[in-house]
């Protein structure tokens, strides 16, 4: 696994948390993957609390203190792990079997961390709708996605097709 795989993962289950996109195919290998039970929702509340400062932070490229303080309230514990067994090593913020919030926001700080100083490869962005309060992971080539999925994507063009058709 390449370490920017792992990186864009841990972005990629941070932002599905935090624009509440309910548990997921993704959400649950990378939780079964790692042996960490799904967060109940309390503890969900209290790391999006911490979690949405950062991921705007990261996204808007602002000051970065509410990534630090994740890092500084969930340090992240640093080691080489094979968890799949394919004699690939690569290195994790947080042991498998944790608690889910700690797992999470180890990992999670510490992939929003890495993005901030310019992981290449990986950009957290947001949504370009408008109106849309979501978060996304680009870990595409050229970096041009601009919106959370297909849904804003669509609504966007067909307001931009309607408002041109108007002027017509």
Known sequence: MRYEDYIANL????????????????????????????????????????????????????????????????????????????????????YDGEPALDWLARGCG???????????EVVLGRCGARGCPNFFVDASRNHSRRFCGNTCASRTTVAAHRSRAKGN
């Open 11 to 94: 972005a990629r289950l941070a932002v599905e948390l935090a624009n509440g996109d309910g548990p997921t195919a993704f959400s649950d290998e990378m939780f079964g993957q790692h042996r960490v039970d799904r967060p109940t929702p309390d503890e969900l509340a209290a790391l999006l609390a911490e979690l949405r400062p950062a991921l705007d932070a990261v996204a808007d490229g602002g000051p970065l203190a509410p990534v630090n303080a994740m890092l500084e309230r969930h340090p992240p514990r640093l080691h080489i792990s094979d968890h799949d067994g394919l004699g690939d090593p690569h290195l994790h913020h947080a």
């Open 110 to 120: 510490a992939a929003l961390a890495h993005i901030a100083c310019g992981v290449p």
